[in-house]
């Protein structure tokens, strides 16, 4: 099982970055996926998730800022992040998880300057 994120990168504060998250190896469409994100020194905290059907959830930290996404056809979940703040910076994770079975990508560094 592999899950490939990419897109992170350096950002000025109010900027936007979409990330992804390629699957492999699983049925993409039986697991639900969320990004997860970790900054330094503090524990690692969700972000958004959406279930196998497309129902989409967020902190209030993040709601009306990113949105999650995913395309079935592609294996892909997406992170578009808007408006973004020097406390977004962490590291963000994409997860896949469906009853018993859980599985982690990466990560990839988001940098928001001020």
């Known amino acids: 099982v592999q899950l490939q994120a990419s897109g992170g990168g350096l950002v000025q504060a109010g900027g936007s970055l979409r990330l992804s998250c390629t699957v492999s190896?699983?049925?993409?469409?039986?697991?639900?996926m969320a990004w997860y994100r970790q900054a330094p020194g503090k524990q690692r905290e969700l972000v958004a998730s959406?279930?196998?059907?497309?129902?989409?959830k967020y902190p209030d930290s993040v709601r009306g800022r990113f949105t999650i996404s995913r395309d079935k056809a592609k294996n892909t979940v997406y992170l578009q992040m808007n408006s973004l703040k020097p406390e977004d910076t962490a590291v963000y994770y994409c997860?896949?998880?469906?009853?018993?079975?859980?599985?982690w990508g990466q990560g990839t560094q988001v940098t928001v300057s001020s």
């Open positions: 190896g699983i049925v993409f469409g039986n697991y639900a």
């Open positions: 959406i279930t196998s059907g497309g129902s989409a």
């Open positions: 997860n896949a998880k469906r009853g018993g079975f859980e599985f």
